[in-house]
């Protein structure tokens, strides 16, 4: 069974984080300089800032869809771990009603003397 390593799994989580709301904070503030530092005889049209609002959005939807699938991964992972665990328990519980039958069965057919 596949197990995530918890210490690498949180470090890739952190780094992620950081690289993510850096990535987000540079795209802004280069958008933010560029409307601040563009011509105003000839400013930036619109189709492209459009186009650019569209690919952070796109970004950011894909960072968010990436985690919601880690996350689901994990729960996922989690259930499976139940239902094994589970199975274990029913398994000896029916080991046991087993058992229980074969002395029944021993004493039926070969009773004490």
Do not use: C, W
Not at 11 to 20: A, L
Not at 83 to 90: F, K, P, R, T, V
Request: without cysteine.
């Amino acid at each position: 069974m596949y197990r995530f390593d918890e210490n690498s799994e949180k470090k890739e989580e952190v780094t992620n984080d950081i690289n993510n709301s850096l990535d987000k904070e540079a795209f802004l503030k280069l958008l933010v300089t560029q409307l601040a530092n563009q011509n105003p005889l000839n400013p930036v049209e619109d189709k492209e800032f459009i186009a650019q609002l569209a690919q952070f959005s796109a970004l950011e939807q894909m960072q968010n869809l990436n985690k919601n699938l880690i996350s689901m991964g994990e729960k996922i992972i989690h259930t499976l771990d139940y239902l094994h665990l589970n199975s274990l328990q029913a398994n000896a519980e029916i080991l046991n009603e087993l058992i229980n039958i074969r002395e029944a069965l021993e004493s039926y057919i070969m009773p004490e003397e």
